[in-house]
Nanobody, 123 residues
Framework: QVQLVESGGGLVQAGGSLRLSCTAS????????MGWCRQAPGKEREFVAT????????SYADSVKGRFTISRVNAKNTVYLQMNSLKPEDTAAYYC????????????????WGQGTQVTVSS
């Protein structure tokens, strides 16, 4: 059983940056594909970014491509989401997720979830 804890959310002005972190415990981190998903009020949870295990391959939702970067440091059991050029429409609760499936561009492919961290982008 993998436990995931996110941090780094907050309030930022449009055009600003934030870096989210997610630290895993209870499993072999390097064996998992990791992802970030988000959920805005009244909307379904949506895929944001994923990074595979092994030789890391990344993939992004079109809405964040070129602005967000996902990375991982296996020695620290941590995955990051660097978010630049933030827009008000990026406001959401951001969730870290893990799966043994690779690649994983759907929220339904993730088996383990963190509690979420709130990101609010003001205009």
């Amino acid at each position: 059983q993998v436990q995931l804890v996110e941090s780094g959310g907050g309030l930022v002005q449009a055009g600003g940056s934030l870096r989210l972190s997610c630290t895993a415990s209870g499993g072999t981190f390097s064996s998992y594909t990791m992802g970030w998903c988000r959920q805005a009020p009244g909307k379904e949870r949506e895929f944001v970014a994923t990074i595979s295990w092994g030789i890391p391959i990344t993939s992004y939702a079109d809405s964040v491509k070129g602005r967000f970067t996902i990375s991982r440091v296996n020695a620290k059991n941590t995955v990051y989401l660097q978010m630049n050029s933030l827009k008000p429409e990026d406001t959401a609760a951001y969730y870290c997720a893990a799966t043994l499936t690779a690649p994983a561009r759907s929220t339904y492919e993730y088996h383990y979830w963190g509690q979420g961290t709130q990101v609010t982008v003001s205009s």
